[in-house]
């Protein structure tokens, strides 16, 4: 199981940015992921969740900002964040479930001015 | 939604040392506990699911007990490789949430 964050960096406030996580080692399509944060110097919070049918859960703190979505022909998960505000600065990884077992090593966000 | 509380938030300890991490949730998580273990730069590791199950290919000096609320990891016998931070989450219900962290260090 491999999974690869991409897409980060430096963006400004209000601004947007798309992440992906490319998977591999296992049949992607059979399998529901998360997005999981972790600002620095804190700890973890969840983020969002799709199912492998493409149902989807948000934290109420990037609700009707971010979206997870999934290619599953490009066996590629998203996260779609609109609207960045200085507190969504974090390390941001995929992780696959159920159990929440394998992770990314995960991408840098920073939204600055 | 469910918190977490983890203790120690340090612990400082001994190679050959046995150390135990509690994690308290604020409500019934039916044992729907995992615990990871994550190095400076890499990407978090499971080491237990739910409650007791050890990871495949974790060393079996890691274990895991509780239930309802309460909840523990226990490294029997500490290695070198061991020192790291370690962190519980709960995966009862939507928002998943996770303990604030267990820093390792070598005393």
């Known amino acids: 199981v491999q999974l690869v964050e991409s897409g980060g960096g430096l963006v400004q406030p209000g601004k947007s940015l798309k992440l992906s996580c490319s998977a591999s080692g296992f049949t992607f399509s059979s399998y529901g992921m998360h997005w999981i944060r972790q600002a620095p110097g804190k700890g973890l919070d969840w983020v969002a969740y799709i199912s492998s049918s493409s149902g989807t859960v948000y934290a109420d703190a990037v609700k009707g900002r971010f979206t997870i979505s999934r290619d599953n022909a490009k066996n590629t998960l998203y996260l779609q964040l609109n609207s960045l505000k200085s507190e969504d600065t974090a390390i941001y990884y995929c992780?696959?479930?159920?159990?929440?077992?394998?992770w990314g090593q995960g991408v840098m966000v920073t939204v600055s001015s | 939604d469910i918190q977490m509380t983890q203790s120690p938030s340090f612990l400082s300890a001994s190679v050959g040392d046995r150390v135990t991490i509690n994690c308290k949730a604020s409500?019934?998580?039916?044992?729907?506990l995992n615990w990871y273990q994550q190095k400076l730069g890499e990407a978090p590791k499971r080491l237990i699911y739910n409650t007791n199950n050890l990871q495949t290919g974790i060393p079996s000096r890691f274990s895991g007990s509780g239930s309802g609320t309460d909840y523990t990891l226990t490294i029997s016998s500490l290695q070198p490789e061991d020192f790291a931070t370690y962190f519980c989450?709960?995966?009862?219900?939507?928002?998943?949430?996770f303990g604030a962290g267990t820093k390792l260090e070598l005393k």
């Open positions: 409500q019934n998580i039916n044992k729907y």
């Open positions: 992780a696959r479930t159920p159990g929440v077992d394998y």
């Open positions: 989450l709960q995966h009862n219900s939507f928002p998943y949430t």
